[in-house]
């Protein structure tokens, strides 16, 4: 597992970018990749206006599923299956369209049982 000791990469947005999508996501490091959009979602966006909070969320929500898809990809289901059961409680609660990747989760993780 890597550690980086500046989390927010001195808020460089490309290599934020790149630590989420060469190193988290391919690497299936999925606690990392969450704890990292929570520190940016508290310590840089915790009263943004409506629409900064939107968007944010949207790019949260986006790197989850991406995350998800590359698992399916790569014939990880040990890795989706952990991602659903490590945050699928807090990706319920949070509003977003989550319930239809639960009922797909299902489908998948039934065809490794």
């Given at each position: 597992?890597?550690?980086?000791?500046?989390?927010?990469?001195?808020l460089?947005v490309?290599?934020?970018?790149d630590?989420?999508?060469?190193?988290?996501?391919?690497?299936?490091?999925?606690?990392n990749m969450?704890?990292?959009?929570?520190?940016?979602?508290k310590s840089?966006f915790?009263?943004a206006?409506?629409r900064?909070?939107i968007?944010?969320?949207w790019g949260?929500?986006?790197?989850?599923?991406?995350?998800?898809?590359?698992?399916?990809q790569?014939a990880?289901?040990d890795?989706?299956?952990?991602f659903?059961?490590?945050?699928g409680?807090?990706?319920?609660r949070?509003?977003?369209?989550?319930h239809?990747?639960?009922?797909?989760?299902?489908?998948?993780?039934?065809?490794?049982?």
């Amino acid at each position: 597992m890597r550690r980086w000791a500046d989390i927010g990469h001195g808020l460089q947005v490309d290599r934020i970018v790149d630590l989420l999508f060469t190193v988290y996501v391919p690497l299936f490091e999925a606690d990392n990749m969450i704890n990292l959009m929570a520190f940016l979602q508290k310590s840089f966006f915790p009263s943004a206006e409506e629409r900064y909070h939107i968007t944010v969320s949207w790019g949260q929500s986006f790197t989850q599923k991406y995350y998800i898809v590359n698992a399916v990809q790569k014939a990880r289901p040990d890795r989706v299956i952990h991602f659903f059961e490590r945050h699928g409680d807090s990706l319920l609660r949070s509003g977003d369209d989550w319930h239809s990747w639960f009922g797909k989760f299902k489908k998948y993780a039934q065809g490794f049982a």
